[in-house]
Each structure stands twice: as structure tokens, then as C-alpha cells.
């Protein structure tokens, strides 16, 4: 937990505003939710796109996408017309997801703040669900390689720069991780343990909530139908065995 908070602020820390991908359409989402919440999104621009765009070119979002002469001389005022390498259509930006509307929620309880600090407790929170899912993924992999199996890719994790980068991103990716960790942490239950049903349970759960929250997440529903199939097919297996003798012996 320690190295994976060190890594979590290393990437908090050097990684500037907007640099993650889709990192501006994921914030406009969240900002027209929680302006919905506070019934704002009435307002010219609930979304905040003007503020978004004016923060990118503060921080020279362009002069790390493209070179500086391919800097716009005007900031464009929304995303429909900023027609220079903003990948941030406005189209979708109305469907909130499960992320969306969670994220927007939790900005609802704050007060109103700049962009550029909404940015960085979006980031914020994807840092707790990275950290949450070491935890679970410390627990399935304890469960499944015995103490030190799990203790060996608890550290693994922790040290991946990947991992952390992408959990210090304001995006549905960390959320999307953290169900995926349950997923796994239940499969590992009901491949070890007695009774499939919570674990099956947890799986399907974690499935469909990590489905809900990004596209990203729709294959974790694969998974859990494979996973589904192999805990029925080894518990099936086990009780033939004890289903025969029953028969014998009552025939």
C-alpha cells in the first residue's frame, strides 16, 4: 500500500491536467451531471466545455498532441467547434453512466470549485479506487496462491507504472479495474470454497456493475458467464461420483 501510494502521488504530481485520454470528456460529463443535480443544466454551458478548454490551453494541452504552430490563436468556446485534435464530441456527453452519475454526485456534495480542481478530485478518486483494488486483488490472490502468492502480486501491482497512471486518470478506467478485481476475487471463491452461490453472485454482480459503468467493462460479463460454466462443470463433476453410490445403493 505504501509503494502504491508513493506511485499514486509521483503520477498526481507530474502528470498534467488533461494529459490522460478522454480525460476533458469524462470531467464535461461529470460537471453536466452534477449541474443537473443542482438544476443548472439550463445554463448556456452546463458542461463547462468553455472552462475546459481554456484550462487545455493553459496547461498546453495542444504542445503535447500537436506541434505549437497547430495551436488554436482563438480557444474554441465548446467542443463541436474545436476543430484541433479535441477528441471531445458533445455527442453522448447527455448519457451519463453509472461512473457519470456517481462522480457527479459526489461533486454535488462540494461546493463549487474551478475546473481544474474538480479535475484533480476526480483524480483523487480514481487514486481510492486504485487503492481499493490492490485490496481486493490482494485478497483473491491470497486465496487462490496462499499468503505469500498473494503478497508477491500485491507488490507487483503496486509497482506497475501502468496501474498507477491509469489510476490517477479523472475517467471510468479505475472503477472499471476495481470491479474487475472483484470479479476476480469471487472467482477465486467459488473455485476454493463450498457453496457457489454468493460467490456466483458477486461475480455476475460485479460483472454487470463494471458493464454499467463503461464500455470497457462489457467483457467482464464474458467472463463471468465462462467463469459460471467452469464452477458448475467442477461442482457437477465432484458429485457424480456421491449421485452414483446414491443410486446403487437405492437400486
Same mark, same amino acid.
Given at each position: 500500500? %505504501?509503494?502504491?501510494? $508513493? =506511485?499514486?502521488?509521483?503520477?498526481?504530481?507530474?502528470?498534467?491536467?488533461? =494529459? @490522460?485520454?478522454?480525460?476533458?470528456? @469524462?470531467?464535461?460529463?461529470?460537471?453536466? @451531471?452534477?449541474?443537473?443535480?443542482?438544476?443548472?443544466?439550463?445554463?448556456?454551458?452546463? %458542461?463547462?466545455?468553455?472552462?475546459?478548454? =481554456?484550462?487545455?490551453?493553459?496547461?498546453?494541452?495542444?504542445?503535447?498532441?500537436?506541434?505549437?504552430? +497547430?495551436?488554436?490563436?482563438?480557444?474554441?468556446?465548446?467542443?463541436?467547434?474545436?476543430?484541433?485534435?479535441?477528441?471531445?464530441?458533445? =455527442?453522448?456527453?447527455?448519457?451519463?453512466?453509472?461512473?457519470?452519475?456517481?462522480?457527479?454526485?459526489?461533486?454535488?456534495?462540494?461546493?463549487?470549485?474551478?475546473?481544474?480542481?474538480?479535475?484533480?478530485? *476526480?483524480?483523487?478518486?480514481?487514486?481510492?479506487?486504485?487503492?481499493?483494488?490492490?485490496?481486493?486483488?490482494?485478497?483473491?490472490?491470497?486465496? $487462490?496462491?496462499?499468503? *505469500?502468492?498473494?503478497?508477491?502480486?500485491?507488490? *507487483?501491482?503496486?509497482?506497475?507504472? +501502468?496501474?498507477?497512471?491509469?489510476?490517477?486518470?479523472?475517467?471510468?478506467?479505475?472503477?472499471?479495474?476495481?470491479?474487475?478485481?472483484? /470479479?476476480?476475487? +469471487?472467482?477465486? *471463491? %467459488?473455485?476454493?470454497?463450498?457453496?457457489?452461490?454468493?460467490?456466483?453472485?458477486?461475480?455476475?454482480?460485479?460483472?454487470? %456493475?463494471?458493464?454499467?459503468?463503461?464500455?470497457?467493462? /462489457?467483457?467482464?460479463?464474458?467472463?463471468?458467464?465462462?467463469v459460471s460454466i467452469v464452477v458448475i462443470a467442477r461442482r457437477a463433476e465432484r458429485l457424480t461420483g456421491p449421485v452414483a453410490v446414491?443410486?446403487?445403493?437405492?437400486?
Amino acid at each position: 500500500f %505504501a509503494l502504491l501510494a $508513493c =506511485q499514486l502521488l509521483i503520477a498526481l504530481a507530474l502528470i498534467p491536467p488533461w =494529459q @490522460h485520454p478522454d480525460e476533458s470528456t @469524462h470531467v464535461a460529463r461529470v460537471e453536466l @451531471h452534477r449541474n443537473r443535480i443542482a438544476l443548472l443544466d439550463g445554463s448556456p454551458d452546463a %458542461a463547462r466545455e468553455g472552462e475546459i478548454l =481554456q484550462s487545455m490551453a493553459r496547461y498546453d494541452w495542444w504542445d503535447h498532441r500537436r506541434p505549437r504552430s +497547430q495551436a488554436p490563436a482563438v480557444i474554441p468556446k465548446d467542443f463541436s467547434s474545436a476543430a484541433y485534435g479535441v477528441a471531445v464530441p458533445t =455527442q453522448g456527453v447527455a448519457r451519463p453512466n453509472a461512473y457519470t452519475l456517481f462522480a457527479g454526485r459526489f461533486l454535488s456534495w462540494l461546493p463549487r470549485l474551478t475546473i481544474v480542481e474538480d479535475l484533480y478530485l *476526480l483524480r483523487s478518486m480514481s487514486a481510492v479506487f486504485g487503492m481499493l483494488t490492490l485490496w481486493v486483488a490482494w485478497l483473491g490472490a491470497r486465496e $487462490c496462491l496462499g499468503p *505469500l502468492g498473494g503478497a508477491t502480486v500485491a507488490v *507487483l501491482l503496486a509497482l506497475h507504472p +501502468q496501474f498507477a497512471v491509469v489510476s490517477t486518470a479523472a475517467a471510468a478506467d479505475a472503477v472499471v479495474n476495481l470491479l474487475g478485481a472483484c /470479479v476476480w476475487w +469471487q472467482t477465486t *471463491l %467459488a473455485l476454493k470454497r463450498s457453496h457457489i452461490l454468493l460467490p456466483l453472485t458477486g461475480v455476475w454482480g460485479a460483472a454487470i %456493475a463494471a458493464a454499467s459503468t463503461d464500455r470497457m467493462g /462489457v467483457p467482464l460479463l464474458a467472463i463471468a458467464l465462462v467463469v459460471s460454466i467452469v464452477v458448475i462443470a467442477r461442482r457437477a463433476e465432484r458429485l457424480t461420483g456421491p449421485v452414483a453410490v446414491t443410486f446403487v445403493v437405492v437400486g
